[in-house]
């Protein structure tokens, strides 16, 4: 079992910058492969980045590509989201989620993940 909790979302002009954090508890966060996810209203759930357990691997969404970056601190019990040239359609609640696996596992789908945070809102607008 792990709770995560995330934070650092807000309002953000476009072409800024913001920083999402996950954070855990419970069991130990290296074990598990972590993902973050976007909804915006009256959309379905997309993926966004993931990284796996040691950090080895990490698939992003072609829409983030080369803008987004995900890292991950085993020992501080964190994976970071950093989003840099934010644009209106990055707009939406960003989850983390989290799903133990293989050391090089860092699934793309939502189905794939058994732990959710409560999401943190991120709005990009002038």
């Known amino acids: 079992q792990v709770q995560l909790v995330e934070s650092g979302g807000g309002l953000v002009q476009p072409g800024g910058s913001l920083r999402l954090s996950c954070g855990a508890s419970?069991?130990?966060?290296?074990?598990?492969?972590v993902g973050w996810f976007r909804q915006a209203p009256g959309k379905e759930r997309e993926f966004v980045a993931a990284i796996s357990r040691g950090g080895g691997t990490t698939p992003y969404a072609d829409s983030v590509k080369g803008r987004f970056t995900i890292s991950r601190d085993n020992a501080k019990n964190t994976v970071d989201l950093q989003m840099n040239s934010l644009q209106p359609e990055d707009t939406g609640v960003y989850y983390c989620?989290?799903?133990?696996?293989?050391?090089?596992?860092?699934?793309?789908?939502?189905?794939?993940?058994?732990?959710w945070g409560q999401g943190t809102q991120v709005t990009v607008s002038s």
């Open positions: 989620s989290a799903t133990q696996g293989a050391i090089y596992y860092a699934p793309t789908g939502p189905h794939q993940y058994d732990y």
């Open positions: 419970g069991r130990t966060f290296g074990y598990f492969a």
